[in-house]
């Protein structure tokens, strides 16, 4: 799948049936742990200092049970590059774009990971909360009464996803002095204008 703003995208059709039966038929989808979309873009809107920011190839930054990897099985070149080569068989071992139940256990495995924080002193529950009610599956998008609270929580919050292997990345804000405690490999790349997405809706950051 292309996007406008993004690289190509594999996806897989996992409703395809074979006899009857596909993958997304015979797995349980799993609960519905998105937050609702209008909240999160209002407590985006609701104070001074607005923060963007996204996980870097979320469903995939989660392992399947190894288990269950022969269910991801596929035929490919034995050499990707040759299509001359022998025929392969390869596993995915991680969560797919495409999969039936890929939205909930990341989502699953991301409230996790933040729940443990809690448990380990590195959040508190209000933190939890406020970062919980703030993505939108991989889309982080919030706003702050300062940028020194901003910048706080959100260095943490880099430090306790990059331990579970979520990488928290493309920074934006319209806060100059938030920007400037972000590692700069971690900011959303630098375009000709200040207009940036955020969940489908155009944001001037000025």
């Not at 972000?182 to 204008?193: A, E, F, Y």
Request: glycine share 4%; proline share 3%; with cysteine.
């Amino acid at each position: 799948v292309s996007h406008p703003r993004k690289n190509l995208r594999i996806v897989f059709d996992t409703a395809m049936r074979t006899s009857g039966k596909s993958l997304s038929s015979e797995i349980l989808k799993g609960p519905d742990l998105l937050n609702s979309l209008v909240g999160v873009l209002l407590r985006f809107r609701q104070h001074t200092v607005a923060v963007i920011s996204d996980i870097q190839s979320y469903y995939h930054s989660v392992r399947l049970d190894p288990e269950d990897v022969n269910f991801q099985r596929f035929y490919f070149f034995e050499d990707p590059k040759d299509q001359y080569s022998p025929i392969a068989v390869y596993r995915l071992l991680v969560h797919i774009f495409g999969g039936v139940a890929s939205q909930s256990v990341t989502n699953c495995s991301l409230f996790d990971t933040i729940d443990r924080a809690v448990n380990s002193g590195e959040l508190t529950e209000n933190e939890a909360k406020i970062v919980k009610r703030s993505f939108y599956s991989d889309d982080f998008a919030r706003s702050f009464k300062d940028w020194l609270t901003a910048s706080d929580l959100l260095l943490r919050l880099i430090e306790i996803l990059a331990k579970a292997h979520f990488t928290l990345t493309k920074f934006g804000s319209n806060s100059i002095e938030f920007m400037s405690k972000i590692p700069s490999d971690l900011h959303l790349p630098i375009g000709d204008t200040n207009i940036h997405t955020v969940l489908g809706m155009s944001w001037n950051c000025e």
